[in-house]
């Protein structure tokens, strides 16, 4: 089953690339959306909540840097994905509560998170920079190098669930100069220049695994209104919805309880269909075309 599935994959992959020099790209990814499924290439929305710096080095200048680079990177690295990058929404997130070992409350993450048409949340924290000397070179001709060692803790919250899908540390280095080491061991004497030079080193990685996590995830919408026959969308053109699409409602969660007071959430079966009618930027309008007691919806998912 899988070597046939290989060998259709290959195939398509090289009829598309055919097509692709043959009608161009905006074509072809057209083509693409309706081989595939244009559920695939609906975009997911995510959020960062501020960054954590840890390391007690550089400050909020700091924190700021990586925030930059990270928004950055993700532009460049994740076509499907959209990182609503702004200070009211990382306020927002900024106030969901902790429990007392510090991890995110998150029933509270996940009711925010649908109100903001989010797939997902992420918390990055500035977990340890610090200098080192170690030889490196051929052997027989090694020196003594000076390096600047960072690493970064991402975690990954999904809306729909609450659960946390990824968390994994990252870990890189940069050689630098006698005196920069000297500054970065001084806590007070930051370098900016150094700073962004490791961040950018690090960063395509983290954000590298940023979209292959949420690449493999389904786009997912949420219902925040409802007036008669009329449901409101959290999202719109900017995730690529259009008139006519068709979602699928899926049934109301249940909780279950986990370590801590921890609770996830557990969607129940498909309850309907919804049609947009309206599409704006960021929201959608709809109205039911299957089922009942739509606005108990968990969440919904473009009907394939």
């Known amino acids: ?99 007392s070992f510090g991890r995110l409350d998150n029933l509270a993450l996940a009711e925010l998170g649908r109100s903001l048409g989010l797939n997902a949340v992420l918390e990055e924290s500035l977990s340890e920079i610090r200098c080192v000397e170690d ?58 220049e150094t700073v962004d030079w490791v961040l950018a080193k690090i960063t395509p990685e983290i954000s590298k695994r940023i979209c292959y996590y949420l690449g493999n995830e389904p786009w997912k919408g949420y219902i925040t209104s409802v007036s008669k026959n009329t449901f409101t969308i959290t999202a719109g053109k900017d995730v690529g919805l259009a008139t006519g699409d068709v979602l699928e409602v899926m049934g109301p969660s249940k909780t279950i309880k986990g370590h801590g007071g921890q609770a996830y959430l557990v969607s129940g079966p498909k309850i309907g269909e919804l049609k947009i009618t309206k599409i704006y930027r960021d929201r959608a309008e709809a109205i039911g075309v299957l089922g009942s007691d739509l606005q108990k919806s968990s969440y919904v998912k473009l009907k394939q």
Not at 60 to 70: D, G, H, I, L
Not at 83 to 95: V, Y
Not at 163 to 190: C, L, M, P
Request: aromatic share 12%; glycine share 8%; charged share 30%.
């Open 135 to 192: 030889k490196r070179g051929i052997w027989g001709f090694r020196d003594i190098c000076m390096f600047v060692q960072i690493s970064v803790r991402v975690r990954g919250y999904d809306v729909q669930t609450g659960a946390v899908f990824f968390d994994e540390f990252f870990h890189d280095e940069v050689e630098i100069s006698e005196q920069e080491w000297e500054d970065i061991n001084k806590t007070t004497g930051y370098k900016k």
């Open 1 to 99: 089953m899988r070597t046939i599935r290989t060998k259709s994959t290959i195939a398509i992959v090289f009829c598309l690339t055919a097509v692709f020099l043959a009608v161009g790209c905006a074509a072809t990814k057209k083509i693409t959306g309706e081989i595939m499924g244009k559920g695939s290439a609906l975009k997911k929305k995510i959020a960062f909540l501020p960054t954590v710096n840890k390391t007690g080095y550089g400050g909020k200048e700091f924190q700021e840097s990586a925030r930059v680079y990270m928004n950055d990177f993700l532009k460049r690295f994740c076509d499907d994905i959209i990182n609503i990058d702004s200070r009211k929404t990382r306020n927002l997130l900024g106030r969901i509560p902790r429990f």
